[in-house]
């Protein structure tokens, strides 16, 4: 066994997509789980996922848009799991459609969610870790964290705002000396069954932006900044780390191409269903399980070599420093 078995973990939106394979990842790892989300069906099937990898599940119903529930999860999971190691923040839901047909309460309740819910792990998390000076919070982001696109303005803003409170908090614990560590993951299109739940209005299913990568490649990720929390964020995909470094360097242009792009991107050709289930007043696996995977394991990867550069940079630098090396030399031998 290693020094992370056995670890206490908490993972919110658990019971599909990335927060599931998260746990099955942890399970697997032998990690006594805490699996927080609304939906009974799927958290009843993702306690199963973690007992059968290895680990101990601990299923506790929440709505992660109501502080006191999260609070009375965090007090159980330690009542009955141990002290909380580590914190990882996944729980959203969104909205597919342009801005101005989002309705008030639509948004508001994104932003509970997708953004609030993030704040309510956060703060239930430290109460318990910072009084022993150790634990680790892991939120779960995404490249809109830093590039809004269209179709999305709820779920971008939250993203956003994540971005914004988290950086504010690690500069907190930095002051304070604090040995509890905070870290973020952005994450790539990923093939989830978001994509068959969320509230959409648009005219055809709606799908992740190409290329689109498996949720246990995101699980590595996590698991690897649970383990690694000194870096203060993760890229995860090609598609991410182009998308944040474009941003960076021409924004204005990148508007550009996503309003010229984004709308078709983000659908299939394929009309959308009548009876699309949602989840974002109820959850959508209350009586049925959706598992990790979305319906574009045709599309997806499960690999990412930008994955193994962000957990390897210091290998990437050093054999990019190698080869700039060995082309100086080369150069300087043709002038010679």
């Known amino acids: 066994m290693t020094g992370q078995d056995n670890q206490v973990v908490v ?40 007992t059968r ?29 141990g002290p909380i190691d580590v914190w990882v923040n996944v729980a959203f839901t969104s909205v597919f459609a342009p801005f101005d047909e989002i309705e008030p309460d639509e948004f508001r309740r994104v932003t509970e969610v997708s953004y609030l819910g993030y704040v309510h792990g956060t703060l239930a998390a430290l109460r318990r870790m910072k009084p022993r000076d150790h634990g680790t919070i892991v939120q779960v982001g995404s490249a809109l964290a830093y590039r809004g696109i269209p179709l999305q303005s709820a779920y971008c803003g939250a993203k956003h705002a994540i971005q914004g409170f988290n950086e504010a908090l690690r500069c907190e614990l930095l002051h304070d000396g604090s040995h509890v560590r905070t870290t973020m993951v952005q994450m790539p299109a990923v093939n989830t069954p978001q994509f068959s739940w969320v509230r959409s209005k648009l005219p055809h299913q709606a799908q992740p932006v190409p290329p689109i990568y498996q949720p246990e490649v995101a699980a590595r990720a996590v698991l690897h900044a649970a383990g690694h929390p000194r ?45 699309q289930p949602e989840n974002l007043w109820t959850p959508a696996d209350r009586a049925r399980d959706f598992g ?27 054999g990019g420093s190698a080869l700039a090396a060995t082309a100086l030399a080369v150069w300087r031998r043709t002038r010679s």
Do not use: M
Request: hydrophobic share 40%; charged share 20%; aromatic share 6%.
């Open 231 to 275: 870096r203060r964020e993760y890229w995860v995909g090609g598609s991410t780390a182009g998308t944040l470094v474009a941003n960076a360097v021409a924004p204005g242009i990148l508007d550009r191409y996503l309003a010229r792009t984004g709308y078709r991107s983000q659908q299939t050709s394929a009309d959308k269903p009548d009876h």
């Open 53 to 81: 990898g290895g680990g101990t599940a601990l299923a506790i119903p929440t709505d992660v848009a109501d502080f006191d529930q999260v609070d009375a999860a965090a007090e159980r999971t330690e009542k009955e799991l």
């Open 11 to 50: 993972v919110t939106g658990a019971s599909g997509g990335i927060g599931r394979a998260v746990a099955r990842a942890f399970g697997a790892r032998h990690a006594r789980v805490a699996l927080l989300a609304r939906g009974e069906g799927g958290l009843a099937a993702a306690a199963e996922d973690v």
């Open 292 to 318: 990790a995977h979305g319906q574009f394991d045709g599309k997806a990867t499960p690999r990412s070599f930008q994955l193994w550069a962000s957990r390897h940079h210091g290998l990437v630098a050093a």
